[in-house]
């Protein structure tokens, strides 16, 4: 601006008014861009959130007890899978519905195969489990399923599996006529080493027969083949039989719990065996690793004495070999001869005669039985004897008798026909036992014993003791007679002998006169010994003295 002031008459030049510039209408505010932006990432991360969310499912329980809605956690191998969202009530009130909130790395976990239980503390066949939930509190165990099908709702366990689907191992099914003391967890034992345990097991659906199912875990299930055989390891496997006392056990663990054990014959497994293959269950070890014997031949023994201490499942020998067992005992009434007899039922192996008596057998046109029979007509019995003197037990005995009866062959009995097929059965002649055979020889030796004149033989006794009396009595007048006669005089002699016995001690003393007399009597001696060595030595020097005599004896 140019000029002076108004005042001093200059000119004055006008301000021009500013000018409105109109903003763009599509540029946003500043002041916005902080919630968009902020909403842009709420957004993002409710997206990220939802796609990061796991599955939720329902699992049904008996009961809730332990359980905590916002707290209870669910584990897989103590990793933190989920969480219980809620807990619920069925509507007809007799179960809990459990909802649980999967992570979402823990999806497979909604597999409609997949397993779920609450970890308690618990004591069981295997051990106690679930220590540690008495300071941190229960949480609920997942097993994941191995389908690709999925399911929301699940079925809860009460019992924790003995084996998950992770293990590495084969199960195998055993049939027994009995659980014995077996339960879900008892182990399972190869040579003494815990190799599994039982995971299952539950009644035949006739009834007759326990099925159990066991796992053998990696690597040791390689020893499980064709040729198995598995049998009841339970509390202590005594018996007390003909051949002794025998006690097998495996461990602390199985005489309190229970367990099985299983062993090849002749350490020779065999092909592996499959999944699921099927084993029968013995009682013990020695039925288990019994020998294939072939076929069994069944023959009944007609005992006509007491069977006392035989009872079934004792053996049967044949000079100490044992071929079979005592299977039962009855008792039969004969019309005819009005007498009892005791038919022993017993089941044999002709086989366990040896190799060359099985290949004389494949060789030949009879059967068993009647091989069996030609050996009967050749003297063949059966005889009871005693196999334990301190229980007393009975077992029977085969072996070639002389003079025994020739075996005959009948039909069964209602009760054998029962127990033996509906062919004829052989029977056996049975010999007296040795304790019977005893008392014969014991009743034979009394009958003659009986025969023996016991009166004579008492009345010539009692005169020789009449004869021996007045023996006595005359030596012992005589012994009186000696007594009063010459023992006065033999106590006389004997102070004589006495008496000088003490004067020769008294002679012989050391300080009697005699010994002193005798020794200076010789010291006279040695003196003149002395002098008349010196007269000696004198005249061999000087011979002539003996005329002439000593030089110093001369005038």
């Given at each position: 601006?140019?000029?002076?002031?108004?005042?001093?008459?200059?000119?004055?030049?006008?301000?021009?008014?500013?000018?409105?510039?109109?903003?763009?209408?599509?540029?946003?505010?500043?002041?916005?861009?902080?919630?968009?932006?902020?909403?842009?990432?709420?957004?993002?991360?409710?997206?990220?959130?939802?796609?990061?969310?796991?599955?939720?499912?329902?699992?049904?329980?008996?009961?809730?007890?332990?359980?905590?809605?916002?707290?209870?956690?669910?584990?897989?191998?103590?990793?933190?899978?989920?969480?219980?969202?809620?807990?619920?009530?069925?509507?007809?009130?007799?179960?809990?519905?459990?909802?649980?909130?999967?992570?979402?790395?823990?999806?497979?976990?909604?597999?409609?195969?997949?397993?779920?239980?609450?970890?308690?503390?618990?004591?069981?066949?295997?051990?106690?489990?679930?220590?540690g939930t008495l300071l941190f509190g229960a949480y609920i165990g997942a097993d994941p399923g191995g389908g690709r099908e999925k399911s929301e709702r699940f079925t809860g366990l009460e019992v924790p599996p003995i084996v998950t689907r992770d293990a590495s191992g084969r199960q195998y099914v055993l049939r027994a006529t009995d659980i014995g003391s077996l339960d879900v967890g008892s182990p399972v034992y190869y040579r003494r080493i815990k190799v599994g345990q039982v995971i299952a097991y539950d009644l035949d659906e006739d009834g007759k027969g326990i099925t159990v199912r066991i796992f053998v875990n990696s690597p040791y299930d390689r020893f499980v083949g064709m040729n198995t055989r598995f049998w009841h390891a339970s509390g202590f496997d005594m018996q007390i039989n003909a051949s002794g006392f025998t006690l097998h056990t495996q461990s602390l663990a199985t005489v309190v719990l229970g367990g099985l054990s299983f062993q090849a014959p002749d350490d020779d497994p065999g092909p592996a065996a499959g999944e699921n293959t099927v084993y029968t269950l013995a009682e013990n070890r020695g039925e288990a690793l019994r020998k294939q014997d072939g076929e069994a031949v069944r023959i009944v023994l007609d005992f006509r004495q007491s069977v006392r201490g035989l009872a079934p499942g004792a053996e049967v020998s044949f000079r100490g070999l044992v071929l079979g067992e005592v299977k039962s005992i009855g008792i039969e009434y004969d019309p005819a001869r009005h007498e009892f007899s005791l038919p022993v039922l017993v089941e044999i192996y002709p086989e366990r005669l040896g190799s060359r008596f099985v290949e004389s057998q494949r060789q030949s046109k009879y059967t068993p039985q009647q091989r069996l029979q030609l050996m009967v007509e050749r003297g063949l019995g059966a005889q009871l004897r005693t196999g334990n003197l301190l229980t007393g037990q009975m077992y029977v005995a085969f072996d070639f008798f002389p003079g025994a009866t020739p075996a005959t062959k009948r039909k069964p009995g209602r009760a054998e026909a029962a127990r033996a097929a509906p062919s004829a059965i052989l029977r056996l002649p049975a010999m007296p036992s040795s304790v019977d055979t005893l008392e014969t020889q014991?009743?034979?030796?009394?009958?003659?014993?009986?025969?023996?004149?016991?009166?004579?033989?008492?009345?010539?006794?009692?005169?020789?003791?009449?004869?021996?009396?007045?023996?006595?009595?005359?030596?012992?007048?005589?012994?009186?007679?000696?007594?009063?006669?010459?023992?006065?005089?033999?106590?006389?002699?004997?102070?004589?002998?006495?008496?000088?016995?003490?004067?020769?001690?008294?002679?012989?003393?050391?300080?009697?006169?005699l010994q002193q007399d005798v020794r200076r009597t010789l010291r006279e001696l040695a003196r003149a010994a002395a002098s008349l060595r010196v007269l000696t030595d004198y005249l061999e020097r000087h011979p002539e003295s003996l005329i002439r005599g000593k030089k110093e004896d001369r005038p």
């Amino acid at each position: 601006m140019s000029g002076g002031s108004p005042a001093d008459g200059g000119s004055v030049r006008e301000v021009p008014p500013p000018r409105k510039v109109r903003r763009r209408d599509w540029l946003p505010s500043l002041v916005w861009l902080i919630p968009i932006v902020a909403a842009v990432i709420g957004i993002s991360l409710a997206v990220q959130a939802w796609s990061q969310r796991g599955p939720e499912i329902v699992i049904t329980f008996r009961s809730a007890e332990g359980l905590e809605a916002g707290k209870t956690k669910v584990r897989y191998k103590e990793v933190e899978i989920g969480t219980v969202q809620s807990i619920t009530l069925s509507e007809d009130h007799s179960q809990v519905l459990v909802s649980v909130l999967l992570k979402h790395e823990a999806r497979d976990f909604a597999a409609a195969d997949s397993r779920f239980w609450v970890v308690r503390p618990r004591v069981a066949g295997s051990g106690v489990s679930g220590l540690g939930t008495l300071l941190f509190g229960a949480y609920i165990g997942a097993d994941p399923g191995g389908g690709r099908e999925k399911s929301e709702r699940f079925t809860g366990l009460e019992v924790p599996p003995i084996v998950t689907r992770d293990a590495s191992g084969r199960q195998y099914v055993l049939r027994a006529t009995d659980i014995g003391s077996l339960d879900v967890g008892s182990p399972v034992y190869y040579r003494r080493i815990k190799v599994g345990q039982v995971i299952a097991y539950d009644l035949d659906e006739d009834g007759k027969g326990i099925t159990v199912r066991i796992f053998v875990n990696s690597p040791y299930d390689r020893f499980v083949g064709m040729n198995t055989r598995f049998w009841h390891a339970s509390g202590f496997d005594m018996q007390i039989n003909a051949s002794g006392f025998t006690l097998h056990t495996q461990s602390l663990a199985t005489v309190v719990l229970g367990g099985l054990s299983f062993q090849a014959p002749d350490d020779d497994p065999g092909p592996a065996a499959g999944e699921n293959t099927v084993y029968t269950l013995a009682e013990n070890r020695g039925e288990a690793l019994r020998k294939q014997d072939g076929e069994a031949v069944r023959i009944v023994l007609d005992f006509r004495q007491s069977v006392r201490g035989l009872a079934p499942g004792a053996e049967v020998s044949f000079r100490g070999l044992v071929l079979g067992e005592v299977k039962s005992i009855g008792i039969e009434y004969d019309p005819a001869r009005h007498e009892f007899s005791l038919p022993v039922l017993v089941e044999i192996y002709p086989e366990r005669l040896g190799s060359r008596f099985v290949e004389s057998q494949r060789q030949s046109k009879y059967t068993p039985q009647q091989r069996l029979q030609l050996m009967v007509e050749r003297g063949l019995g059966a005889q009871l004897r005693t196999g334990n003197l301190l229980t007393g037990q009975m077992y029977v005995a085969f072996d070639f008798f002389p003079g025994a009866t020739p075996a005959t062959k009948r039909k069964p009995g209602r009760a054998e026909a029962a127990r033996a097929a509906p062919s004829a059965i052989l029977r056996l002649p049975a010999m007296p036992s040795s304790v019977d055979t005893l008392e014969t020889q014991i009743s034979e030796m009394a009958l003659k014993l009986s025969k023996v004149p016991f009166d004579q033989i008492g009345d010539e006794l009692r005169q020789a003791l009449a004869l021996l009396k007045g023996t006595l009595n005359h030596t012992g007048r005589l012994a009186e007679t000696l007594s009063n006669d010459v023992a006065p005089e033999i106590t006389a002699a004997m102070r004589d002998v006495s008496r000088t016995l003490v004067a020769a001690e008294r002679t012989l003393a050391e300080d009697a006169p005699l010994q002193q007399d005798v020794r200076r009597t010789l010291r006279e001696l040695a003196r003149a010994a002395a002098s008349l060595r010196v007269l000696t030595d004198y005249l061999e020097r000087h011979p002539e003295s003996l005329i002439r005599g000593k030089k110093e004896d001369r005038p």
